[in-house]
C-alpha cells in the first residue's frame, strides 16, 4: 500500500485470542500503512500471525493510541524486571 | 434495449508452475467477441472492491478475470488475513506473479469469444506489477494506477521480494497509461516525473494523468483515500485508453 515497511517480530511462548479461540502466536507484524477499519488514512498496524492465515490477531491504531501503547509497555516491561 | 447481461463466478486457473490458483471473473453474456482485461488487485487483497472492478470491466465490454495472488498463502482467508499473511512473508515474487499473469492471459484468450487482445491494470502494489505485465505478458495495452516503486529506492524495512523496474522499461512492450495523485508519496510526483521521462528516452507508447487534490488509491470506493472526480475522471480515461488499444480493428486507430 503506501510504504509497504514492515517490522517483523519471531515471537516465542506467546498467544493471542483468535475467533478460534486461544492458539499459539508465531509472529508479530508492524507497520504503519492504510487501515481496513479504523478511520484515519494511515494506522500504526499490529499483526500477531499463528498457525494460518485466518488465525490473526489484529488491532489498528491512531497514531496517538500506538504512541500511548509503546509507553505503556515499555512501563510495564520494565516493571517486569522487579518480579 | 440493450441486452445488459453479466455472467461473474470464482474458477481455478493455472498459474505459475502450472499451480491451480483461484480467480474472480467477470464476463458479457452477449455473443462478443470481446477482448480480455486482467485485473491485478491492491495489496489488502483479492477483495470485494477488487471484484467490484472486475465486474465493470464486464460492464464495459471486456471479459475480465482477476487472479487471487495471495491463493497459495492463504487459501480461502478473509482478503485482510490473505493480505496479512502476504505482508508477513515478503509479498508476491515477481516471477510467480508472472506465471499467473501468463496463466490469465491464456484463460482469457481460450474463451470462445475472446478477440485474443488482452489488456491489464493494477491498483497500488498492483500498478508496479501492470507494468511488469506490459514488460513480461503478451498483452496490449496496460494501465499503472499509483503503483510503487517502478522507479525508486525502497525505503528502509522494504520487506516485499521486489525491486524497481527502472531498468526493464526498454522491454516494456505494450502502451501504457499511467494514472497518479499529486499528493501521493509512493510513488511521488518525482518518481511519476522519473518514470515518464524513462518511457520518452525509450520512445514507448504511454499516457500520463495526474490529479491534484488526490492521493494514493484514490480509486478506492471504500475507503477514506477515495476521491470521487479524479476516479470519475480516471475511469474515463481507461474506457479510452483501453478503446483504442483493445479495440484497434473496431475503432481503426493506431
Known amino acids: 500500500m503506501c510504504t509497504y515497511s514492515t517490522e517483523k517480530v519471531a515471537l516465542a511462548r506467546s498467544s493471542g485470542k483468535t475467533r478460534d479461540g486461544w492458539q499459539p502466536m508465531s509472529q508479530a507484524t508492524v507497520y504503519y500503512d492504510h487501515p481496513v477499519h479504523a478511520p484515519d488514512a494511515h494506522t500504526v498496524n499490529i499483526d500477531f500471525l499463528g498457525r494460518e492465515p485466518g488465525s490473526r490477531v489484529a488491532v489498528e491504531l491512531s497514531l496517538e493510541s500506538a504512541r500511548e501503547l509503546l509507553a505503556a509497555l515499555e512501563v510495564t516491561v520494565e516493571r517486569a524486571k522487579h518480579h | 434495449m440493450r441486452y445488459d447481461a453479466t455472467l461473474a463466478e470464482t474458477i481455478g486457473i493455472r498459474g505459475h508452475g502450472d499451480d491451480l490458483i483461484e480467480a474472480y471473473t467477470a464476463r458479457p453474456m452477449d455473443p462478443g467477441p470481446h477482448p480480455g482485461m486482467i485485473v491485478i488487485h491492491h495489496m489488502p487483497g483479492y477483495d470485494r472492491e477488487s471484484k467490484e472492478i472486475t465486474r465493470r470491466f464486464a460492464t464495459m465490454g471486456y471479459s475480465a478475470i482477476c487472479p487471487n495472488l495471495y491463493t497459495r498463502e492463504a487459501p480461502d482467508a478473509e482478503p485482510d488475513d490473505a493480505a496479512a499473511t502476504a505482508r508477513a512473508q515478503g509479498g508476491v515474487p515477481d516471477e510467480r506473479f508472472v506465471g499467473d499473469a501468463r496463466g490469465a492471459a491464456a484463460w482469457l484468450r481460450s474463451l470462445p469469444n475472446a478477440t485474443g487482445a488482452v489488456g491489464a491494470i493494477g491498483y497500488c502494489s498492483g500498478g508496479r506489477q501492470a507494468v511488469l505485465t506490459g514488460i513480461e505478458v503478451d498483452v496490449q495495452a496496460t494501465v499503472d494506477c499509483y503503483g510503487a516503486f517502478v522507479v525508486g529506492t525502497p525505503p528502509d524495512g522494504f520487506p516485499l521480494k521486489v525491486g524497481p523496474l527502472a531498468d526493464r522499461i526498454p522491454e516494456l512492450g505494450a502502451p501504457l497509461l499511467g494514472l497518479f495523485g499529486n499528493d501521493d508519496s509512493y510513488p511521488s510526483p518525482e518518481q511519476v516525473d522519473e518514470l515518464e521521462k524513462l518511457l520518452q528516452e525509450n520512445g514507448k507508447t504511454y499516457e500520463f494523468h495526474r490529479y491534484d487534490g488526490a492521493g494514493h488509491a484514490f480509486f478506492s470506493v471504500d ?12 475511469w474515463a480515461k481507461v474506457a479510452d485508453f483501453l478503446a483504442r488499444h483493445l479495440h484497434q480493428d473496431v ?4
Open chain 2, 251 to 254: 475503432v481503426g486507430s493506431n
Open chain 2, 223 to 234: 475507503r477514506p483515500a477515495y476521491r470521487p472526480e479524479a476516479a470519475v475522471d480516471g
